[in-house]
């Protein structure tokens, strides 16, 4: 299984005028991981669920994690 959330450290110069972030990261969609959408792909039960996930199949849901707030990855 592939991560969603990649990091990545950026050039820190030496004459920036704000505190540095040593680490930043990006999300990547799952359809990137899938290649191609397969047949029979299963869905999510009702359409409550879907609309809430967004996606009617989970294989393409991806939840988002705001890697800003404290306690975040």
Same mark, same amino acid.
């Given at each position: 299984?592939?991560?969603f959330r990649k990091t990545y450290k950026p050039f820190i110069g030496p004459f920036d005028p704000c505190p540095p972030m040593k680490v930043k990261s990006y999300e990547t969609p799952p359809q990137l991981y899938m290649g191609?959408?397969?047949?029979? +792909?299963?869905?999510?039960?009702n359409l409550q669920t879907? +609309?809430?996930h967004g996606t009617l199949w989970p294989a393409l849901f991806a939840p988002y994690e705001n890697p800003y707030r404290k306690g975040g990855a």
């Open positions: 299984m592939n991560t191609f959408q397969p047949y029979n +792909l299963p869905q999510f039960p879907a +609309l809430k």
